[in-house]
């Protein structure tokens, strides 16, 4: 069996440049799965040019097809989000809406392009709503075709107002967040591996039918 191919969308604000929250809870994620082996990229979405729109390719410069060729490529997506006013980041938002502009395209069965593929979420901000980001983002993985496991977010929160994020506060020492990004890591994995080898039959769920 081939590699399990894992790609982080880190859709933080900052360039790939700053230190990024996001990027450094993500590095843990990263870790235990190239540690099981899996091959690993984490891109930051700041440092492309992607206009918003629900669309494959919007032209004119945009830099999307490039990367949503190495989501079709992926096993695992995992998209990577900062909180700000307690919600995912607006580049989160546009790497969702121009996921969904290519979900009408289909694999070797005639099923949207995302199944088999398995989705998880990364958060890290201040106060909270991460569990509402979080159910954003795998809801709309879910809805195109990405396969949710059980756990499949993993954040990080500070406490109320304006202070210290993840990595300035230590927040790899955090014991719940831990152990989420072993969660996160381990189920993706697990369902990565079991649909290269066990894919969903193209039963009651190709888009022409």
């Given at each position: 069996m081939?590699?399990v191919k894992a790609?982080?969308?880190?859709?933080?604000?900052?360039?790939?440049?700053?230190?990024?929250?996001?990027?450094?809870?993500?590095?843990?994620?990263?870790?235990?799965?190239?540690?099981e082996?899996a091959?690993t990229?984490?891109?930051?979405?700041?440092?492309y040019h992607?206009?918003?729109g629900?669309?494959?390719?919007?032209?004119e410069?945009?830099?999307?097809?490039?990367?949503?060729?190495?989501v079709?490529?992926?096993d695992?997506?995992l998209?990577g989000?900062p909180?700000?006013?307690?919600?995912?980041?607006?580049?989160?938002?546009?790497?969702?809406?121009?996921l969904?502009g290519?979900s009408?395209e289909?694999?070797?069965?005639?099923q949207?392009?995302?199944?088999?593929?398995?989705g998880g979420v990364?958060?890290?901000?201040?106060?909270?709503?991460?569990?509402?980001?979080?159910a954003?983002?795998?809801?709309?993985?879910?809805?195109?075709g990405?396969?949710?496991?059980?756990?499949a977010?993993a954040?990080w929160v500070g406490?109320?107002?304006?202070g210290?994020s993840?990595?300035?506060?230590?927040?790899?020492e955090?014991?719940?967040t831990?152990?989420?990004i072993k969660?996160?890591?381990?189920n993706?994995l697990?369902l990565?591996?079991?649909?290269?080898?066990?894919p969903?039959?193209?039963?009651?769920?190709?888009i022409?039918?």
């Open positions: 081939s590699a790609l982080v969308l880190n859709a933080s604000l900052k360039n790939s440049g700053e230190t990024s929250n996001t990027e450094g809870l993500a590095e843990k994620v990263v870790e235990i799965l190239q540690k082996g091959e990229e984490i891109i930051s979405l700041s440092d992607i206009p918003y629900i669309s494959a390719d919007l032209g410069g945009d830099e999307w097809p490039g990367i949503f060729e190495k079709k490529a992926a695992i997506v998209i989000t909180l700000w006013l307690g919600e995912k980041s607006s580049l989160s938002s546009i790497a969702i809406e121009r969904y290519s009408s289909t694999n070797e069965k005639g949207s392009i995302f199944y088999n593929k398995v990364i958060i890290t901000g201040n106060e909270d709503g991460a569990k509402h980001a979080a954003s983002v795998l809801y709309g993985m879910s809805n195109i990405f396969v949710i496991p059980p756990n977010d954040y406490e109320a107002g304006p210290p993840y990595l300035e506060q230590e927040g790899e955090n014991e719940f831990q152990k989420h969660m996160l890591a381990y993706t697990h990565a591996r079991f649909f290269k080898e066990n969903i039959p193209a039963v009651g769920n190709t022409n039918e």
